[in-house]
């Protein structure tokens, strides 16, 4: 006896038994319907077969690239407007962590930076006119010097709100490592480092008339305190940080802040901080707020070694002084800043007691330890001094050994956890 279901809704449903056994009962109530629900599975099928048949790479390319959500100009995209620079097997972490070709189209009105696949085609790129800024900082912690190049698009510092009267989204960022040469891989009159890249890059951006340049890190904004123990004698400018449970790095430039390697990238640009202040201070760790528009963003577990170097860079740009801010980004804006006086008090004189945001914390905490020496009465107290006086060592015992504790214990559980994500 031949089946009353059409053999297509059996295909169309095979993998889901569950689903398939609804579309019968309802055949069965309706048989009028028969026909319709032949021609939604052959219709599945169909998508399906395109689907599979459909090389992976180009799905990858459909799911994963940024080609046009990346920002790339049309003549971008197109390999036919031909490459001024190209560098092959170079090997980048975001927006996809793999090696492509990197190209740089000089064309003013149509250049760029983009990768290119092995197949030859476009992957992601950024329009010269669409990049607000380019980095180009050392890879902590590795054997080999090697550079990591942050192209940050307009909009896409990880940290302002994207404006909702764009057409489309902004570009994610892309990040792409240059490893120094050493050995027989250095060519004599050749600079092994990223000086050459930086510049072809900063030529680029000279002749797209962006105004931008490549950003090296600068021994006189910051420089870290910590020696490094696999470079004797060489400086770092890093400074490890955590934001959550993840783990990164702090580089303090002369545009900003930047926190990276790994998604998702954050920079602080001197407008968009409101304040920086200091929390959690402990022993050997210290945590940093940096005060936005649209709220806070906590680094934690740095280095008290760093402090001195972190709040020089910060008082040196008046980041601690929320009413400085305004003035900031009337500059980056080029409008008249606000006069004296608004925004509450003058920035010279909000910072002029020449105190630290840590100073200034420790001063708080003393006067109102002072408070309440000043508030105490020993006839309220009936006997229960002795008692109160051990219950206040022992928590002030209890909360300095509990600090060190969970210092220890954070470091020790991060450790093993970028331990197994060692690339």
Known sequence: MASKHPKEVDLAFAANHELRKRVHAAIDQNPTQSTLFRDISTYIMNQTSQQTSEPASKKRKVEDSNGAQNGAAAALASTAVKAWRSYPGTSFSIPQRKKFTLELVENKKDGG????????????????????????????????????????????????????????????????????????????????????????????????????????????????????????????????????????????????????????????????????????????????????????????????????????????????DASMAAARRAKKLNVNPPAEGENGTNGAAAAGDGLSELQKAEAELQDMEDEEEEDYDPENDEGDSDGSGSDSEDGEEYEEGEGEEYEEGYDEGEDEEMGGQEE
Not at 120 to 126: A, D, L, N, Q, T
Not at 224 to 247: F, L
Request: glycine letters at 10%; charged letters at 25%; hydrophobic letters at 35%.
């Open 113 to 320: 930076i983009r990768a290119i696949g092995a197949d030859g085609s476009v992957e992601f790129g950024i329009p010269w006119r669409d990049v607000d800024q380019v980095f180009c900082l050392p890879v902590p912690e590795k054997a080999k010097r090697q550079h990591n190049f942050i192209v940050l698009p307009v909009h896409g510092d990880g940290v302002n709100p994207v404006p909702d009267d764009l057409k489309t989204p902004p570009p994610e960022p892309i990040v792409w490592t240059f490893e120094e040469a050493t050995g027989k891989n250095i060519v004599e009159g050749e600079d092994p480092g990223p000086g050459p890249m930086a510049e072809a890059i900063h030529h680029c951006l000279i002749k797209a008339g962006t105004g931008k340049t490549v950003i090296f890190p600068e021994p006189d904004e910051f420089r870290s305190a910590i020696p490094q123990s696999h470079r004797k004698g060489e400086k770092a400018y890093h400074v490890k940080a955590h934001r959550g449970s993840k783990e990164g790095y702090l580089f303090f430039t002369s545009v900003g802040i930047l926190y990276g390697f790994k998604k998702p990238l954050a920079f602080f640009d001197f407008a968009s901080i409101n304040a920086v202040s200091y929390t959690a201070v402990l022993r050997n760790t210290f945590n940093m707020v940096i005060t936005t528009q649209t709220g806070e963003i906590e680094f934690g577990m740095l280095d008290q070694d760093d402090y001195a170097g972190i709040n020089e860079y910060v008082q040196k740009h008046g980041l601690q």
